[in-house]
């Protein structure tokens, strides 16, 4: 396509949806330890083995991947982890400067449409994640 160009629809979206993460799989190469880790405003997180969604062509809905409530918030950060990689960590930073570190195999698998667990308790309760990095 050229520059000017449109490109193609990747996913449809709801009036209330938006996009806030995007990670590359290659097409039909999903390995049985590759997992989904995704962790919301409210410092709630959780792994899925993305054997849990199906593919999906252009222009799909898309699949839910987690219970969004007040409780939970909406989702923060989300990322493709290897239930392998043993020295990788997760750093969670807190709009009120508060900052975890916790290493990724340490999360719960958990399935698809769950809420997830606990990962950061916050000081004040105003306080939400702001960031997160992955080490």
């Not at 880790?37 to 899925?48: A, F």
């Not at 020295?87 to 997830?116: C, F, H, M, P, Y």
């Amino acid at each position: 396509m050229g520059r000017s160009a449109g490109g193609v629809r990747g996913i449809r979206l709801k009036k209330e949806d938006e996009v806030m993460g995007v990670d590359l799989i290659p097409y039909g190469k999903i390995n049985k330890e590759e997992q989904l880790l995704v962790v919301t405003d409210n410092g709630y997180g959780k792994r899925t083995s993305l054997n849990a969604y199906k593919v999906q062509g252009r222009g799909g809905s898309g699949i839910k991947t987690a219970q969004v409530t007040t409780k939970t918030g909406n989702l923060s950060s989300a990322r493709i982890v290897s239930s392998k990689a043993e020295d990788e960590d997760l750093i969670i930073i807190s709009k009120k400067g508060q900052v975890i570190r916790l290493a990724i195999n340490s999360i719960n698998v958990l399935s698809r449409a769950t809420q997830g667990v606990r990962l950061m308790s916050f000081k004040n309760s105003e306080d939400s994640v702001s960031s997160v990095t992955f080490i």
